[in-house]
């Protein structure tokens, strides 16, 4: 094989790639298992969305128990900041460490989903991430609740 | 025993409005048990086993004096029982906001769904249980023990 036509087909094999990969990653980002975060590194309303609807994760309501009672979003287990120690236990026996959890709670101002984040990964479950918009960006969205 | 006299409008008036407000906040919490004990929770003074009880208590004293206020049946001994179930309120809340926890106050959980009002502890809930205290002095003092349908002898 001569040079020329090797030449011309890594140059074509080149520009294929940097055009193709581009899109390729666009579609990676629009599958929906892809966790988009916001600036701050949260979930953002789209991404946990995505993750609800594929059943990929385990959603955790950091608020109240008394909270979580009346409402919260469809299928999340309530693991409360202010009553952490007391629910953990029985928490952990129920989940694997190597779950996807996605934590939140009231709104972007609450902290509670934050502060519960850290101690799931103080725990051992590596995998956690925050909704930031809480449950009343997901209300908002007209998104499954229940209580 | 010599009773304190009281005028009887300081006496009829708190034990009807305080009568018919137990009334609505004990059935209220009988209505959702499992709310309010989870409530109760958040005080985080009561050990988890004996929450359910507490709750279920708590909600029946209510219910059962506020009936007894109302139909004025036994006022000084269903005043003395809310005596004592606002002392304990108004210590556990005061404990808790000087801990700096924030929660569910678990009173008049029917104001927040009829009038919006936010009933989380705080001043405000403080400051009305202390006032509820103060009206039910009176009947426990100088209320009627009688059963209203009987007879009075002499």
């Known amino acids: ?147 | 025993m010599a009773r304190i006299g009281f005028p009887s409008a300081l006496i009829t008036a708190p034990r009807l409005i305080l009568g018919a407000l137990f009334i609505m906040s004990g059935f209220e919490k009988l209505l959702d048990l499992k709310f309010f004990g989870l409530v109760i929770a958040e005080y985080q003074i009561l050990p988890s086993l004996l929450i359910p009880a507490a709750a279920l208590i708590l909600s029946l004293c209510e219910l059962l004096c506020g009936t007894m206020l109302l139909l004025d049946l036994f006022s000084r001994v269903s005043s003395s029982i809310m005596l004592c179930m606002m002392a304990i309120f108004i210590a556990a809340m005061t404990y808790n906001v000087m801990r700096g926890l924030e929660h569910e106050c678990g009173c008049f959980e029917f104001l927040t769904q009829w009038y919006g009002l936010k009933e989380e502890i705080g001043i405000g809930p403080i400051v009305r249980d202390i006032l509820f205290f103060i009206l039910l002095l009176p009947i426990a003092l100088s209320g009627s023990n009688r059963i209203p349908w009987k007879k009075q002898q002499g």
């Open chain 1, 1 to 147: 094989m001569s040079g020329k036509p090797l030449r011309r087909t890594l140059i074509a094999s080149v520009l294929l790639i940097s055009i193709v990969s581009p899109l390729a990653l666009q579609l990676h980002a629009a599958t929906p298992v892809a966790i988009a975060k916001d600036e701050s590194g949260e979930l953002n309303l789209s991404a946990t969305k995505a993750l609800f609807d594929t059943h990929s994760a385990c959603f955790v309501d950091a608020r109240s128990e008394y909270a979580y009672h009346k409402l919260h979003i469809k299928g999340a287990r309530s693991l409360s900041d202010s009553r952490f120690d007391e629910q953990f236990p029985e928490f952990r026996q129920k989940l694997p460490i190597e779950t996807l959890i996605v934590v939140y709670c009231s709104e972007p101002s609450c902290a509670k989903a934050r502060h519960v984040a850290k101690k799931l990964r103080k725990n051992g479950y590596k995998n956690v991430r925050v909704y930031s918009g809480g449950l009343v960006e997901w209300a908002h969205a007209g998104f499954p609740m229940e209580g």
